[in-house]
C-alpha cells in the first residue's frame, strides 16, 4: 500500500490517523496527505482535536474528514 508514498507522507498520514484513533481509515489519510497541503491538514486536524467531546456528533475522524470535504474547495489542494 505504501510504495507509492514518500516516507514523510506515510508519516503525516500515520500521524493523522493516531491522533483521530482512525488506523482503519489510513488508505483515506494517505490520499490526503497526497493531495492537500500539510499545514491544511494539520489546521484541520487541530480545530477538530480542539472541539469539546460533547460537540462531536458521531467522531472526531467523521468530523475531520466532513471539514476536509467542506473546506477543500477553498484552493487547498496541492495541485
Known sequence: MHHSY????VRLAREIADTLNDLDS???????VRKYKEEFLRRILNKVMALPEHQIRKTRAALYVFLISQSSRHGDARH
Not at 514518500?6 to 507522507?9: I, K, L, T
Not at 489510513?26 to 490526503?32: E, I
Open 26 to 32: 489510513l488508505a483515506l489519510h494517505l490520499l490526503y
Open 6 to 9: 514518500d516516507p514523510a507522507e
